[in-house]
């Protein structure tokens, strides 16, 4: 939860925009899953129709996941810069006795190590959404399938 107020601190409009491209991508999944068991299921149903749907649904999906993609890459590059520089203002700002109790390696690790940690983990947020997406929708096509084969799941 720290993590995306954090994000939403920097810019909750690139972060929303984002996670709706990454929700949109994993929807976007699970409709060329439900057009390709119907498709397999009724092959005498397949025409230009469902061909055209097909690309569609790909396209968008491709769409979606760049977009997702991007914008939390642009995003997680501006948070990791405002984030360093904070940091490096509260070491400024910090009692000089302090900062040689911690030592250099924790201040050096905090610099570099900690803070791709944090980029990293906000740069894995479109994939958490789209996979959330992903199960969201094939458990409501599950339920649309098979009511006791859901409860059961």
Same mark, same amino acid.
């Given at each position: 939860?720290?993590l995306?107020?954090?994000?939403?601190?920097? &810019?909750k409009?690139? %972060?929303? !925009?984002? =996670?709706?491209?990454?929700?949109?991508?994993?929807?976007?999944?699970?409709? $060329? #899953? @439900?057009?390709?068991?119907?498709m397999?299921?009724?092959?005498?149903?397949?025409?230009?129709? &469902?061909?055209?749907? %097909?690309? !569609?649904? =790909?396209?968008?999906m491709?769409f979606?996941?760049?977009?997702?993609?991007? $914008? #939390? @890459?642009?995003?997680?590059?501006?948070?990791?810069?405002?984030?360093?520089?904070?940091?490096?203002?509260?070491?400024?700002?910090?009692p000089?006795?302090?900062?040689?109790?911690?030592?250099?390696?924790?201040?050096?690790?905090? #610099?570099?190590e900690?803070?791709?940690?944090?980029?990293?983990g906000i740069?894995r947020?479109?994939?958490?959404?789209?996979n959330?997406?992903?199960?969201?929708?094939?458990?409501?096509?599950?339920?649309?399938l098979?009511?006791?084969?859901?409860?059961?799941?």
């Open positions: 939860m720290e995306i107020r954090f994000v939403l601190a920097s &810019s409009r690139a %972060f929303l !925009l984002a =996670v709706s491209a990454g929700i949109g991508s994993g929807l976007s999944m699970v409709g $060329l #899953l @439900a057009l390709t068991n119907q397999l299921h009724n092959p005498e149903q397949v025409s230009w129709f &469902s061909g055209g749907l %097909f690309a !569609l649904l =790909v396209a968008t491709v979606f996941r760049v977009n997702a993609t991007v $914008l #939390l @890459a642009s995003l997680s590059q501006q948070s990791v810069a405002s984030l360093r520089l904070q940091l490096c203002k509260n070491i400024l700002q910090a000089l006795a302090e900062l040689e109790k911690q030592g250099n390696h924790k201040l050096l690790a905090t #610099l570099s900690d803070v791709n940690t944090i980029a990293n740069m947020l479109p994939f958490l959404c789209i959330i997406a992903v199960v969201l929708g094939c458990l409501v096509y599950m339920f649309w098979s009511w006791w084969l859901f409860v059961l799941a």
